[in-house]
Structures are given as structure tokens and as C-alpha cells.
């Protein structure tokens, strides 16, 4: 097996665990339940030195204007966008606006089709 492939393959098991234990939706099961330690502790960040991180230098860093800019997001996909959010109580005035129609449980299931 090509060492490559091998350390990719190492590489997106370890994001998969890291990413399914972040979302599980039971506060009692979820990674980092006992606090922000147990998810630096977790495989996919070995080999990170947490106490240097604010040091090392952004691989990109964005040229922003104003914060409210968005062109490094892409724009070709936005006309497939619905008016309303799908499933949205739009009678509700309490939820955040900039989560209606989220659930982790539809994330969860994009994962489980990609598998």
C-alpha cells in the first residue's frame, strides 16, 4: 500500500472520529464533554504543541474590507437557495436567525451517505 495513500487514509478516519464525537447529540456522549482537553487530547490533533499555536503563521489569511464581506465565499450555487428556510418556524421571534433550519442531525446524515 503507498505510504501516501496510507497516511491520508489514517488522516480522514481520525477527522471522521474527531468530527462524529464533536456532533453527537447527547450532551452526556459527546467529545469534549469534560471540557476543551479532551478534544486537543484526541488522535487527530497529535503531534500539536496547543502552547504555540497562536505563534504559527496562517497558511491563508483573507484581505477584508469590511466584516460583512463575503467574496471568498462561492456564489455559483446561490440561486438554488430557498426564499425560506426548509422547516423553519418563522412564527418564532426568540430562535438566532442565523440557525433556522440547522440540525446536526442532518448533518450527521450527509456524513453517513458520504460513507
Do not use: C
Not at 497558511?59 to 469590511?66: G, M, Q, R
Amino acid at each position: 500500500m503507498n505510504f501516501t495513500f496510507l497516511m491520508m487514509f489514517i488522516y480522514l478516519e481520525n477527522l471522521k472520529t474527531l468530527s462524529e464525537g464533536s456532533l453527537i447529540t447527547s450532551a452526556d456522549h459527546r467529545l469534549g464533554k469534560k471540557g476543551a482537553e479532551e478534544i486537543k487530547e484526541h488522535v487527530f490533533f497529535s503531534g500539536t504543541d496547543w502552547s504555540t499555536i497562536q505563534n504559527i503563521e496562517a497558511s491563508f489569511v483573507p484581505h477584508l474590507k469590511l466584516v460583512t464581506n463575503t467574496s471568498y465565499f462561492p456564489t455559483d450555487d446561490l440561486g438554488d437557495v430557498p426564499n425560506e428556510p426548509v422547516g423553519a418556524d418563522t412564527d418564532s421571534g426568540s430562535k438566532d436567525l442565523a440557525f433556522l433550519g440547522y440540525t446536526i442531525s442532518k448533518l450527521l446524515r450527509l456524513f453517513s451517505i458520504n460513507e
